[in-house]
């Protein structure tokens, strides 16, 4: 398996602009995480989904973030517009169960915002 | 405020002697906890998991064990080699209503084994 898949693994881009982050998780896997990690504060849990469905967005920062998972095989979290305090490296990670077990986290994809 | 604490950013070993790395949290309703581990540019990597009734858990040359009275566990790696070089993230999980878990983590411990 080829593990789980991050699109794009850097990103340097304006203040104002909109930025997409893709997630492509395990085949098989029913839970899909949107993690961000800031020196400062560490991994911080975004957003999960089981089965596709958002189950917990309370770590999500303000409305401009929103993340979506149509299908089993695909998330995207949007931030629009983007500033530059969201500049951090975001982890999407995909678990086999609903309930427990270990994450397996992708790549990650570093965000710049000047 | 931080439920899960690595209280040491950073820990310099050498290698073929056990490296320690500690952690503390303050929920009790956390009942299972993990460790990963972390290279530059990657993701973290799952090493090593305890639940809560257990107070040790072995695999190779990682344990962790686990004092719930202290709210503190530990991982042990016998013995250190070059390649254990990463940052090393405590993880730990309450069962939440609905069979739902998430994972509260720590900001991690920066591990050195030198040559």
């Known amino acids: 398996d080829a593990g789980v898949i991050q699109s794009p693994r850097h990103e340097v881009t304006e203040m104002g602009q909109e930025v997409t982050l893709r997630c492509k998780p395990i085949s098989g896997h029913n839970s899909l995480f949107w993690y961000r990690q800031t020196m400062m504060r560490g991994l911080e849990l975004l957003i999960y989904f089981n089965n596709n469905v958002p189950i917990d967005d309370s770590g999500m920062p303000e409305d401009r973030f929103s993340a979506k998972m149509p299908n089993a095989s695909f998330s995207t979290l949007k931030i629009q517009p983007s500033e530059p305090r969201d500049s951090a490296v975001y982890f999407c990670?995909?678990?086999?169960?609903?309930?427990?077990?270990?994450?397996?986290f992708g790549e990650g994809s570093r965000l710049t915002v000047l | 405020d931080q439920q899960v604490k690595q209280n040491s950013p950073s820990l310099s070993v050498q290698e073929g002697r056990i490296s320690i790395l500690n952690c503390d949290y303050t929920?009790?309703?956390?009942?299972?906890f993990l460790w990963y581990k972390k290279y530059p540019a990657e993701g973290p990597t799952f090493l090593i998991s305890i639940s809560s009734i257990k107070d040790k858990n072995e695999d190779g040359r990682f344990t962790v064990f686990l004092n719930k009275s202290a709210k503190h566990l530990s991982l042990h790696i016998v013995p250190s080699q070059p390649g254990d070089s990463a940052v090393y993230f405590c993880a730990a999980s309450p069962l939440l209503a609905g069979n739902n878990r998430k994972l509260i983590w720590g900001l991690g411990t920066s591990l050195a084994v030198n040559p």
């Open positions: 929920n009790s309703m956390f009942d299972y």
């Open positions: 990670a995909s678990r086999l169960t609903v309930i427990s077990g270990e994450l397996f």
